[in-house]
């Protein structure tokens, strides 16, 4: 059974950095893509980042330049290192994962619980 455990986020002012990781286990981690997604109150949900299993990234504009997403396939472990953060990168932040990003990036793969992160000015 898949299972995803995100952790890292907080309170941070703007400007400030967090790293969020997300603790996989259940599935053959290296071989799936790993993607963090964040949504605010009101707002659709975002892909924020997205790593595949030939290790090539992919990033929304909005966070292009600051955010870098990594993993330790050794630990199962996918992160999200978020530099120079915004008032708008406020949302719950949380990783999905699977074999194909069509079903990730509607939805239908197991995701986390999600962690919080909160940017103030």
């Known amino acids: 059974q898949v299972h995803l455990v995100e952790s890292g986020g907080g309170a941070v002012q703007s400007g400030g950095s967090l790293r969020l990781s997300c603790a996989a286990s259940?599935?053959?981690?290296?071989?799936?893509?790993m993607a963090w997604f964040r949504q605010a109150p009101g707002k659709e949900r975002e892909a924020v980042a997205r790593?595949?299993?030939?290790?090539?990234?992919t990033y929304a504009d909005s966070v292009k330049g600051r955010f870098t997403i990594s993993q330790d396939n050794a630990e199962n472990t996918l992160y999200l290192q978020m530099n120079n953060l915004k008032i708008e990168d406020t949302a719950l932040y949380y990783c999905a994962t699977g074999s194909d990003w069509s079903r990730i990036s509607r939805g239908e793969s197991p995701r986390g619980q999600g962690t919080q992160v909160t940017v103030s000015l």
């Open positions: 790593i595949n299993a030939d290790a090539t990234t």
């Open positions: 259940g599935f053959p981690y290296s071989s799936f893509c």
